[in-house]
């Protein structure tokens, strides 16, 4: 499943420390496990149930939301060389973790994506975290996940937690009328 997922999203190679990739990689695995998932029907899961006839997959969400992620990283210490510090493998493995959640919070019933059990009862960054504080994922990364939605309005967030929200949020809002 490793190389699958590998060549399915290649960003995971963005994570320098190769233990920190191993966890984020292990917690995909767990995800697609527990949600049931088939590679192929990733391809095709909406990022969002709430934008009618989505047509980003989740897969496509991932890796936008990475990308900007990487991007506004270089530029963001280019521009204020040495003003801040960003833990590079934190924000990147946040990214690539922050709708983790989703493959539980959803599921594919009949052609079509709907919320599961789990997704009526909790949102995607609630299972998130639980799902990747198993996997051993540092409190840093966790946090990312926790505050990235709604569920982190009013919370401190760290620089990573902030570049990831907007990130995640530029992401989303260009998908809705």
């Known amino acids: ?78 521009v204020y060389k040495g003003k801040i510090k960003i833990n590079h493998d934190y924000l990147i493995a946040g990214a690539l973790l922050h709708d983790i959640g989703k493959l539980l919070e959803c599921k594919e019933e009949k052609g079509r994506f709907i919320k599961s059990k789990s997704g009526l009862l909790l949102r995607h960054p609630f299972s998130g975290v639980i799902l990747c504080y198993e996997q051993g994922i540092p409190e840093e990364i966790l946090h990312i996940i926790a505050v990235h939605s709604k569920e982190g309005d009013g919370i401190r967030k760290t620089i990573e937690s902030k570049i990831l929200h907007y990130a995640d949020f530029m992401n989303f809002g260009i998908f809705l009328p």
């Open 1 to 78: 499943m490793k190389k699958i997922l590998m060549e399915l999203i290649p960003e995971f190679n963005l994570i320098e420390d190769l233990t920190l990739r191993e966890k984020v990689l292990k917690s995909w695995d767990e995800a697609i496990k527990l949600g049931g998932w088939k590679i192929g029907t990733l391809n095709r899961m909406p990022f969002a149930l709430s934008i009618k006839n989505c047509q980003v997959s989740m897969v496509e969400h991932i890796r936008g939301v990475t990308q900007v992620c990487n991007k506004a990283e270089k530029v963001l210490k280019e």
